[in-house]
């Protein structure tokens, strides 16, 4: 018996095709912003209310919001590199690489160019440029889950993934919105076989962070097929897909002389591939054998088993291979990379195809269970976020 979760409206709104050039497109991407304004919506409310829980935090612990949200971790290394490029900082060690290479370059290009023709600091540019991107992520998830399962499960996909543990960071400025938004838009391109869309997009998600190599195999493996069918712009598209993440790499090791330039850099955060040994011994000793583990490091713990549980159902559930080839690598990258481990629950905030057969099961519920469901995992990520924020001692 197939699975419940592929069942599939017959026509989602979202699986007309892209808008084409011409007078018509204003009016159709009003018509595609009215279909998704309750999972915008919806998507808004929940960060409001995280937001509205962390400032009264705040409050309460004599803590200013703003330098949190706009100036910390980071966010000072992309303001840094805005304001003075990838140059070496006071606490580099001697002889290395600038450790501010391990940033790729978009978003704090975006924050410079956008601070020389606007008001305000470099710092309120960025937070805004997030907050912005998140919203263009929640569309672009909400249209993959209309896409695929019709659109109540977009919309509660949309709210789940602003729902996400750490989804604070999603309002911080930092580059999980940016990234989300470029590889949710890139993947709904591929779902429509808007090869060039898809190439484009995915090259930009490649200058956002090291894990746009997940968009570029996703868009390379959902190509070549049709490539082998005969299509040259599936060819050219797949061809195209890792420029942006090579194109930086390799201006990292020419800027260093040496090959392995940006790998180099990664060691310095000590961080290197090490095949899961690092994950395998962290999730034994928040999960099995410290009897009081820090609170903030078992919820990373928790979020690591229950993706690569989700992971597992999305493959009976027989998604679309790039999705399935998506979060796989970018599972692959969290999971068996040695180094911090912190932060891996925010590595995978852009894994929102991980959310579908929770959203499609939410979608199917009876609407008290589905609100209650919603408002539940809106309240514990504000309290999470919170607590990350403002009682974890480290970055998020």
Known sequence: MPPVLTARPTVPASRRPLPSRGPGVPRQVRGSLRHAAPALL???????????????WSHLKGHGVWPVLASSWDSHWYLGIADHGYTHESGDPAGTPPRSLAFFPLYPFLVKAVAAVTPGSRASVGLVIAVVCSLAAAWGVFAVGD???????????????????????QWMGYTESLFTAL??????AVLGGRWAWAAGLCVAAGLTRPTGVAVA??????????????????????????????????????????????????????NEWDGGAVTRRELRDHLVYN????????????????????????????????LLVFT??????????????????????????LLLP??????????????LTLAAAALSSAWLGGHMLLVWPGPP
């Open 328 to 353: 796989g690598v970018l599972l692959l990258v969290v999971l068996g990379s040695g180094g911090v481990y912190f932060p891996r629950a925010r590595f995978l905030v852009p894994a929102f195809p």
């Open 183 to 188: 590889a949710a838009w890139a993947l709904y």
């Open 358 to 371: 929770i959203a499609v099961a939410v979608s199917r519920a009876r609407r008290p269970v589905a609100a």
């Open 291 to 322: 009897k009081d583990p820090q609170f903030f490091l078992a919820v990373v713990s928790v979020v690591l088993v229950v993706s690569a549980g989700l992971y597992l159902l999305c493959l009976a559930d027989r998604q679309p291979a790039a």
């Open 147 to 169: 896409r695929l399962h019709g659109r109540r499960a977009g919309v509660v996909l949309a709210v789940l993934w602003g729902a996400l543990p750490v989804g604070v960071v």
């Open 42 to 56: 919806g998507y808004v409310a929940v960060r409001l209310v995280g937001l509205f829980v962390l400032a009264r």
């Open 217 to 270: 195999a996703a868009v390379a493996a959902a190509a070549l097929p049709a490539a082998r069918r005969g299509d040259r712009g599936a060819l050219a598209a797949a061809a195209a897909a890792p420029l942006g993440w090579l194109g930086y790499v390799g201006w990292v090791a020419w800027r260093e002389g040496r090959a392995d330039g940006y790998f180099a850099v990664q060691r310095v955060w000590g």
